[in-house]
C-alpha cells in the first residue's frame, strides 16, 4: 500500500490536529466532499465566461439601438456575418479537446496519484483562461489564437470530472447515495452560477476582466485542493467505507445485469492474481469498460443530454440578450445574470432526481420521466418566454429542473454503480476510466450542441430549439430498455425502495 501514499496533503503537516485520531472518518469524508465540491465548481465557474461574452463579442442584435456603444460593435473576427459560426467554432474547438482529453485523463487517474494530477488540471485551466481573457488587452483580432487556447484549456479541463469522482468513489459508502450525490454534484450549477455572476459583474470594464477573475478562481481553489484534499482513506489509516469504495450507486440501480460469463470472470481472477503492482491493481482496459452492461446506453443517454445541457451553457445569455423580453432588449449584463436561473432549477433537478431515483431505486425510469417532461417546457419557453420577465423566469427555472435533473443523475451516478459490477468486483481504481468513457462521451455531444447552435441559429431559433427537443427525444429512447426492465422489477417486486428499513 505504500506505493499509493505518494505524500499526505501539506496541511496535515501544519495542523496536526486534522490526524487521526483528533479527527474522525466522518469529519474527512464530509471535508473530501466540500473540497471536490470547490474544485469542481471553480472549474465550472471558469467555462461559463466564453457564454458571458457572445453577446459582446458577436454581431449585436438587430434592431439594437446602442450600436453605438463600443461594447456592442463586437469584437473581430466575430462581429461580422459569420460571427454567430465562430462563436459556435469556439466552443467547438474547447469541448472536443475537452472530450478527447477524458478519454486519457480517466486512464492517467486510475495510474497516478490524483490529487497532483487534480490539482495539475486546475492550474492549467486557470492560466489558459487567464490568456483568453489577455486578448482584450494585447488587442488580438486572430481567431487561431481564441481557437489554440480553447483547444489546450479544454484538455486541461478534462482531468477535473474522473479524478473528482474518483476521490469521492474512495471515501463514501452506499448509504443515501442518490441524494448525497444530487447535492453534491450540484457544484456543475453552482459553478455556472458563480461564474455568470462573476463574469457579467465586470463586464462593462472590458470583456478581458469576465475571463480573468474565473481563471484566477481556479488557480486559488487549486492550491486549497493541493494543501487540504486526501484522495484514500487507507493515506489516513482509516478503513474503506461500508459497502466497499465504489458501491455509492449514484446510478444504474441494482436493476443493472451486471454479472460477466463465467470463463471472463475467471480470466479477470488470473490476471488480478498476477498483478503486484498496486497502482494497476484495479486498471480495467478502455473496450472491456465499454463492454460493461449498462455502459452503451447511459454514455449514448448523455451524449444527448449534455448536447442539450451545454448549449443552454454557452448560448442562453447569448438568446436572451436577442430576444425581447415584454418588448424590451435585455442588456449584457442583465441577461448574463438572468440566465443563472436556468442553473438555479439545475440545483433543484440535480437533488430531486437523486431523490426521488433513491425512493423508487429505479435510475433509468427517473431519468426518462424528467427528459419526457423537459420536451413541452421547452416548448412553452420558446413560445411564451418572451410575455414576460415572470414568465420567462419560471418557465426557465423549470426547463433547467428538468433538463439538469437526468444529466447530473447520470453524471454522477452511473459511473460509480459501474463499480459494483462482477466484472471488476467494485474496485474503485477502475472507477476513472469507466466514468472517463461515460462523461467523455457525453462530451462530445456537448461538443456538437454548441457547434450546432451556431450554425442553425443563423435561421432562427425555433429551428435551435427543435434540434433541442429531437436531442432529448432520442436521448430518452435510449433508456428505454433498461427503464421498461425497473418496472418490470419494481412489479414482480425484485426492486426495493431505499426507504425500506431492511435495504
Not at 403 to 432: E, F, H, W
Not at 456 to 480: C, E, K, P, Q
Amino acid at each position: 500500500m505504500q506505493s499509493r501514499i505518494v505524500g499526505l496533503a501539506p496541511a496535515f503537516s501544519l495542523f496536526p490536529n486534522l490526524n487521526t485520531p483528533h479527527k474522525t472518518f466522518t469529519f474527512h469524508q464530509i471535508l473530501v466532499l466540500i473540497i471536490t465540491f470547490i474544485a469542481y465548481a471553480s472549474f465550472h465557474a471558469s467555462r461559463k465566461p466564453p457564454s458571458i461574452v457572445k453577446s459582446v463579442l458577436g454581431p449585436p442584435p438587430v434592431g439594437s439601438s446602442n450600436s453605438s456603444s463600443s461594447i456592442d460593435n463586437g469584437w473581430a473576427p466575430f462581429n461580422g456575418t459569420q460571427g454567430t459560426k465562430r462563436l459556435g467554432e469556439l466552443d467547438l474547438a474547447f469541448l472536443s479537446s475537452y472530450a478527447l482529453g477524458m478519454y486519457f485523463a480517466g486512464h492517467l487517474g486510475d495510474r497516478i496519484d490524483l490529487r497532483y494530477l487534480l490539482v495539475f488540471g486546475m492550474m492549467g485551466s486557470g492560466i489558459l483562461t487567464l490568456v483568453f481573457g489577455l486578448g482584450y488587452w494585447m488587442n488580438v483580432h486572430t481567431l487561431g489564437f481564441y481557437l489554440s487556447v480553447q483547444i489546450v484549456c479544454g484538455l486541461f479541463q478534462s482531468i477535473g470530472w474522473p479524478c473528482v469522482v474518483s476521490v469521492v468513489g474512495n471515501w463514501c459508502g452506499k448509504e443515501k447515495r442518490g441524494l448525497i450525490m444530487g447535492v453534491w454534484n450540484s457544484h456543475t450549477s453552482v459553478g455556472n452560477i458563480l461564474g455568470s455572476v462573476i463574469a457579467s459583474s465586470v463586464l462593462d470594464l472590458g470583456w478581458g476582466w469576465s475571463f480573468v477573475l474565473p481563471g484566477g478562481l481556479v488557480i486559488v481553489s487549486g492550491v486549497f485542493v493541493f494543501m487540504f484534499l486526501v484522495v484514500s482513506p487507507h493515506d489516513l489509516g482509516f478503513e474503506e467505507p461500508p459497502g466497499k469504495q465504489m458501491e455509492i450507486e449514484m446510478s444504474l440501480g441494482e436493476n443493472v445485469e451486471a454479472s460477466l460469463s463465467k470463463q471472463e470472470a475467471e480470466e479477470d481472477a488470473v490476471l488480478l492474481e498476477s498483478v503486484v503492482d498496486d497502482d494497476s491493481l484495479f486498471a480495467i482496459g478502455f473496450l472491456e469498460a465499454w463492454r460493461l452492461p449498462g455502459v452503451a446506453p447511459y454514455a449514448f443517454c448523455l451524449f444527448f443530454s449534455k448536447l442539450v445541457a451545454y448549449t443552454f451553457l454557452y448560448w442562453l445569455p447569448y438568446y436572451l440578450r436577442h430576444t425581447a423580453v415584454a418588448g424590451v432588449n435585455l442588456s449584457h449584463k442583465t441577461a448574463g445574470i438572468l440566465s443563472t436561473v436556468f442553473d438555479i432549477g439545475g440545483v433543484l433537478g440535480g437533488i430531486s432526481a437523486g431523490f426521488i431515483s433513491d425512493q423508487i431505486n429505479a435510475r433509468a425510469l427517473t431519468s426518462i420521466t424528467f427528459l419526457a417532461l423537459s420536451i413541452p417546457a421547452l416548448i412553452l419557453y420558446r413560445i411564451y418566454g418572451s410575455v414576460s420577465m415572470f414568465i420567462n423566469i419560471a418557465l426557465m427555472f423549470i426547463s433547467g429542473l428538468l433538463v439538469n435533473g437526468p444529466y447530473a443523475l447520470i453524471t454522477t451516478a452511473v459511473a460509480a454503480d459501474l463499480g459494483t459490477q462482477d466484472s471488476i468486483k467494485g474496485n474503485g481504481r477502475a472507477l476513472a476510466t469507466v466514468t472517463a468513457i461515460i462523461d467523455g462521451t457525453g462530451s462530445v455531444g456537448a461538443a456538437l450542441g454548441p457547434l450546432l447552435a451556431g450554425f442553425i441559429s443563423s435561421r432562427g431559433w425555433n429551428s435551435v430549439f427543435f434540434m433541442l427537443i429531437v436531442s432529448i427525444f432520442l436521448a430518452g429512447l435510449f433508456l428505454v430498455r433498461l427503464a421498461k426492465a425497473e418496472i418490470n422489477e419494481m412489479r414482480s417486486g425484485e426492486l426495493i425502495p431505499s426507504s425500506d428499513p431492511q435495504s
